[in-house]
């Protein structure tokens, strides 16, 4: 007789201050439950695009925001970040282009699309005050190879190139 061990999908939400460490604490927050449910190849990649998220929000927002980590099943985690900005920046708003040469913003997000496997945002709007604003979220997945133990030439845990 064959048994299957089924792990139920798992969720944690960080609510962060406007607190110039939060981007800080968040990055922890997400080693600890990486290592915790065994995507410890994930790691790098997934705390590059929760740290850019996370300091977005902070740098653009005067409130309140969150992390929210998500298995989104087959060594495969959603980050999402809500704040209370209700403007969706590129690239998420249209197709990522890269900044220009002597850009002095914009180069986090569009690193976020060089390295997640997907994308998107979309607004939050309640009737409540205090409770609209934005959510970006992006996936990031480990390649058949590396749930092998191997890491293919060049590739990173999320789709990017280093």
């Known amino acids: 007789m064959v048994?299957?061990?089924?792990?139920?999908?798992?969720?944690?939400?960080?609510?962060?201050?406007?607190?110039?460490?939060?981007?800080?604490?968040?990055?922890?927050t997400l080693r600890t439950i990486l290592r915790v449910h065994g995507m410890r190849e994930l790691t790098e990649t997934a705390e590059l695009l929760a740290s850019e998220l996370v300091t977005n929000a902070y740098r653009h927002s005067s409130g309140p925001y969150s992390l929210r980590l998500r298995d989104a099943g087959r060594s495969r985690i959603r980050l999402s970040v809500w704040d209370t900005n209700p403007h969706i920046p590129a690239p998420f708003r249209w197709s990522a282009e890269?900044?220009?040469?002597?850009?002095?913003?914009?180069?986090?997000?569009?690193?976020?699309?060089?390295?997640?496997?997907?994308?998107?945002?979309?607004?939050?709007?309640?009737?409540?005050?205090?409770?609209?604003?934005?959510?970006?979220?992006?996936?990031?997945?480990a390649k058949a190879e590396e749930q092998a133990g191997g890491w293919p030439g060049g590739r990173d845990g999320c789709g990017g190139r280093w």
Do not use: F, H, I
């Open 98 to 141: 890269a900044p220009a040469e002597l850009a002095e913003r914009g180069r986090g997000l569009y690193l976020v699309t060089l390295y997640a496997e997907s994308w998107g945002a979309y607004p939050m709007r309640t009737g409540l005050p205090g409770q609209g604003g934005k959510m970006l979220w992006v996936e990031c997945a």
């Open 3 to 28: 048994s299957a061990t089924v792990t139920p999908p798992w969720t944690y939400t960080l609510q962060l201050p406007q607190d110039p460490r939060a981007p800080g604490v968040a990055r922890a």
